[in-house]
């Protein structure tokens, strides 16, 4: 009898045993057949262009946005597009929350000059060799208007990202310097905030604008001088937050091969989306080193850096031209490398976050 119960007990087992083996099988074997095969890197970024689709009406400027999805994406999202050229043709109604879809058969391609292509490339600073180190990019915004705290932001130790204002004189010349002392250029380009009471300088990027308006305010900035990598936006809460002006400079930088450094002046930007619609080669502010700017705070903030860094591999952060920024950034560059850290270029680390290999 004993002899028999163990028996049933032991076959209850083998069966429960085998059953929730056989779930686990099934589970593994259908996830092989249901998900698409993707590198993590794919994942991230076709959830950064599924933002894009669904947050952006349709609207001509996006048009090779899609075609961008589908380069990205595989079969299953190819699908999805025909779908949504099927139910543009038959009933113009909503697909998948997007309104007017797109019609697929007059979609333009991302157009770049060829002479131009890698611009930023050729621009950045070169580096020495590739570490495992985390990398720090410090970038100072608003270069240029200012001569004399811009001829000492050029005294840090290389290489800092310095980002010039478009309107501010003598540029040729001093961006000359910052080269030549073997700092990183970027073009600070005014865009507009969403405040009315603050002043964002002349010549400033607005919603408001045609597109024709947005490219020639756009295009004059990038004429004044040469030499930079890409640009940030100068303020730019409102702008950056408004797909149709964003794509209007998203175009402009793909076609010049330049890169783009959000600032993140706003939650609401949507450079990132934009930027991976367009395949500008994209990387974003972690910190604002001196939006209080005693010295105390702004050495604070230098230490939330190296945190962020030493976890995430790489830390970027913008600071400004004011005497207790300098002040503290003389003093702690000094003994970034022995503390363990990379100094970069802004162009390395949208090297390494977007795994373009070699790095240097
Ligand atoms: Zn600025």
Known sequence: MIYRITTLILLAFAILFFALHWANLVDSVSSKFTQPNLSNKHIKREAIASLALDNDKYNPIFENQYYKVE?????????????????????????????????????????????????????????GEATNSPKIAIVIDDAGVDKKRTAAVIQLQPPITIAFLTYASELKKQVRSAKKAGHEIIVHMAMEPESKNIDPGPNVLLIKSGSKEILDQLRWGLNRFNGYVGINNHMGSRFTSDPNGMGIVMRELKRRGLLFLDSRTSKNTVGASMALAYDVPYTQRDFFLDNDNSLGAINRQLGKIESFAKKNGYAVAIGHPKDATLKALSQWLKTLKERGFSQMPISQLVKVQNNIFPPN
Do not use: A, C, H, Y
């Open 71 to 127: 380069d990205e994406r595989n079969t299953e999202i190819k699908q999805k597009k025909i779908e949504v050229g099927k139910l543009n043709n038959e009933s113009k109604s909503e697909f998948n929350g997007i309104k007017n879809p797109l019609v697929l058969d007059k979609t333009k391609m991302i157009f770049e000059e060829p002479s131009l292509k890698d611009t930023w490339k050729r621009n950045s600073v070169q580096i």
